[in-house]
Antibody, heavy 118, light 107 residues
Framework: EVQLVESGGGLVQPGGSLRLSCATS????????MSWVRQTPVKGLEWVAT????????NYVDSVKGRFTISRDNSKNSLYLQMNSLRLDDTGIYYC???????????WGQGTLVTVSS | EVVLTQSPATLSLSPGERATLSCRAS??????LAWYQQRPGQAPRLLIY???NRATGIPARFSGSGSETDFTLTISSLEPEDLAVYYC?????????FGQGTRLEIK
């Protein structure tokens, strides 16, 4: 069974940091680009970042460039998102998803909630 | 950035009826369009990719059509479990973008 399980969300103050993790199983992780997609009350579903299979290429939505860093550990079948300088409009559910480069987003994790509030 | 506009915003139909959901792109995206279903409290899941191909395990009552700027998701005979928000998404032009969703209500 394919499973993508996110963790690391929570409540953080503006300007703070969080590190999200996505542990995968039953999925050929090292053979897939991987992405983070978020769902916010204002923008709905929004692609955040994508990383190549070997980690050599990374892309980000403009609003998180310089603040968020996507990374992966193929030995642990895990994906990460380091989020710094968090803003109120970063609040939302963050999903880990397969592909997202030249393929649709599939599969998806269940999501982890990030709340940025003072 | 490609803007995807979905209509209607909400659709309310009875079981057994046919549902037709629309997605219009602000510029041509060939057939690089996907549809996702998000049931209440769940993550999105892939239904259709490349405009008309059903993803693994998706029932045959779901079908997609269209190309360039106009796309349609059809559910031929609604089941109660089809209650969900449906999103379209394009991947040919960077960044990948999603539509705002169509909420499907089952009477």
């Amino acid at each position: 069974e394919v499973q993508l399980v996110e963790s690391g969300g929570g409540l953080v103050q503006p300007g703070g940091s969080l590190r999200l993790s996505c542990a995968t199983s039953g999925f050929p992780f090292r053979n897939h680009w991987m992405s983070w997609v978020r769902q916010t009350p204002v923008k709905g579903l929004e692609w955040v970042a994508t990383i190549k299979e070997d980690g050599s290429m990374k892309n980000y939505v403009d609003s998180v460039k310089g603040r968020f860093t996507i990374s992966r550990d193929n030995s642990k079948n895990s994906l990460y998102l380091q989020m710094n300088s968090l803003r109120l409009d970063d609040t939302g559910i963050y999903y880990c998803a397969g592909d997202g480069s030249n393929s649709p987003f599939d599969p998806w994790g269940q999501g982890t909630l990030v709340t940025v509030s003072s | 950035e490609v803007v995807l506009t979905q209509s209607p915003a909400t659709l309310s139909l009875s079981p057994g009826e046919r549902a037709t959901l629309s997605c219009r792109a602000s510029q041509s995206i060939s057939t690089y369009l996907a549809w996702y279903q998000q049931r209440p409290g769940q993550a999105p899941r892939l239904l259709i990719y490349d405009a008309s191909n059903r993803a693994t395990g998706i029932p045959a009552r779901f079908s997609g059509s269209g190309s360039e700027t106009d796309f349609t998701l059809t559910i031929s005979s609604l089941e109660p479990e089809d209650l969900a928000v449906y999103y379209c998404q394009q991947r040919i032009r960077w960044p990948p973008t999603f539509g705002q969703g169509t909420r499907l209500e089952i009477k």
